[in-house]
């Protein structure tokens, strides 16, 4: 940005706001009265900013980036972006994450095409939620395959999801792709089965073609009982019927331990089918009762059993 020069008094006076930015309590009304003093402030906000190192508390910095949002100083959040170095320190980075966060925002508000491309480079260099929320305002769809790579971040997932859910037929056009080959055992990291079963769970809200049924299928035999459960609604929806006991059977399978979330859904599925559910359910019991296996009622499988075949369940396991 270039200086504006600002009389003695007065560049003395933003000095000692911009100071004031550090202070737990005259933080905020300093940062709303360097709003107020208008664009001769922005040189100073830019030197506390961007010449400033970045430390374990985000909230002065925040406070500037907020300011220089509210006065339009747009160039400057871009510089910010460009200069950005990723600190060593954990605490540093977790706190210059929340001053990316808000930069994103404040920076969102210019749909140029020059700021889109500062907000997804640095989104691909380390994503938070702010920059995930900026992107999703832009709406376009070289953000997707960002998008989804975040599905795998606890503290991006959330916002991710609600980004791909405004492109749907981009997204669901790329979800099938990245679960091409996606199952068996090479993919059991803690991350891809968080990654494929939201991306699965996505595409059950985006509804699928007939034809990627075939991919989907495999996902039946995934280990994670939310990713199951995606795959059930989506194999139940367009699947053909011949598939649907193997459905049941999935669902079954993963039935022993399941949250109260989890089982309502699944119970919801199996009450749409429940000529096939109810069959299943019988081979159930009479394997349990020839092993000599009691009902215990702890376990979602026998209180699934005991909603689809009624009280007499838990008799006819212990005859």
Same mark, same amino acid.
């Given at each position: 940005?270039?200086?504006?020069?600002?009389?003695?008094?007065?560049?003395?006076?933003?000095?000692?706001?911009?100071?004031?930015?550090?202070?737990?309590?005259?933080?905020? $009304?300093?940062?709303?009265?360097?709003?107020?003093?208008?664009?001769?402030?922005?040189?100073?906000?830019?030197?506390?900013?961007?010449?400033? +190192?970045?430390?374990?508390?985000?909230?002065?910095?925040?406070?500037?980036?907020?300011?220089?949002?509210?006065?339009?100083?747009?160039?400057?959040?871009?510089?910010?972006?460009?200069?950005?170095?990723?600190?060593?320190? %954990?605490?540093?980075?977790?706190?210059?994450? %929340?001053?990316?966060?808000?930069?994103?925002?404040?920076?969102?508000?210019?749909?140029?095409?020059?700021?889109?491309?500062?907000?997804?480079?640095?989104?691909?260099?380390? %994503?938070?939620?702010?920059?995930?929320?900026?992107?999703?305002?832009?709406?376009?769809?070289?953000?997707?395959?960002?998008?989804?790579?975040?599905?795998?971040?606890?503290?991006?997932?959330?916002?991710?999801?609600?980004?791909?859910?405004?492109?749907?037929?981009?997204?669901?056009?790329?979800?099938?792709?990245?679960?091409?080959?996606?199952?068996?055992?090479?993919?059991?990291?803690?991350?891809?089965?968080?990654?494929?079963?939201?991306?699965?769970?996505?595409? +059950?809200?985006?509804?699928?073609?007939?034809?990627?049924?075939?991919?989907?299928?495999?996902?039946?035999?995934?280990?994670?009982?939310?990713?199951?459960?995606?795959?059930?609604?989506?194999?139940?929806?367009?699947?053909?019927?011949?598939?649907?006991? $193997?459905?049941?059977?999935?669902?079954?399978?993963?039935?022993?331990?399941?949250?109260?979330?989890?089982?309502?859904?699944?119970?919801?599925?199996?009450?749409?089918?429940?000529?096939?559910?109810?069959?299943?359910?019988?081979?159930?019991?009479?394997?349990?009762?020839?092993?000599?296996?009691?009902?215990?009622?702890?376990?979602?499988?026998?209180?699934?059993?005991?909603?689809?075949?009624?009280?007499?369940?838990?008799?006819?396991?212990?005859?």
């Amino acid at each position: 940005m270039t200086d504006v020069p600002l009389i003695p008094a007065v560049s003395e006076e933003v000095e000692i706001l911009v100071a004031a930015l550090d202070s737990l309590i005259e933080g905020e $009304a300093a940062a709303e009265r360097l709003i107020a003093a208008g664009p001769q402030v922005i040189p100073y906000l830019e030197r506390f900013l961007l010449k400033g +190192r970045p430390r374990t508390i985000a909230r002065p910095r925040c406070r500037a980036v907020h300011a220089l949002g509210e006065l339009g100083a747009w160039p400057v959040l871009v510089e910010y972006f460009r200069q950005y170095r990723r600190p060593d320190d %954990a605490v540093v980075l977790f706190a210059e994450d %929340a001053v990316r966060s808000i930069a994103a925002q404040e920076l969102g508000r210019w749909k140029s095409a020059e700021v889109y491309e500062v907000l997804l480079k640095a989104a691909r260099e380390r %994503a938070t939620g702010g920059l995930v929320r900026a992107l999703s305002e832009f709406q376009r769809a070289e953000s997707i395959p960002v998008l989804f790579s975040m599905l795998d971040d606890d503290l991006c997932r959330n916002d991710a999801e609600k980004a791909l859910r405004k492109m749907p037929d981009p997204a669901r056009a790329w979800a099938v792709l990245s679960l091409r080959g996606a199952a068996g055992p090479s993919t059991h990291l803690a991350s891809a089965v968080r990654r494929r079963s939201t991306t699965l769970q996505l595409l +059950r809200e985006f509804g699928v073609e007939l034809g990627e049924w075939p991919t989907l299928r495999e996902f039946l035999d995934d280990r994670d009982a939310d990713a199951v459960i995606a795959t059930a609604g989506i194999g139940f929806a367009i699947g053909p019927p011949s598939d649907h006991p $193997a459905i049941v059977r999935a669902l079954f399978h993963i039935s022993q331990h399941l949250n109260w979330a989890q089982e309502d859904e699944v119970i919801r599925l199996l009450d749409g089918h429940r000529d096939e559910a109810c069959e299943h359910a019988r081979g159930l019991i009479e394997a349990a009762d020839a092993k000599g296996e009691r009902p215990n009622w702890l376990v979602p499988r026998w209180r699934i059993l005991r909603h689809l075949l009624g009280p007499e369940t838990g008799a006819a396991a212990q005859r």
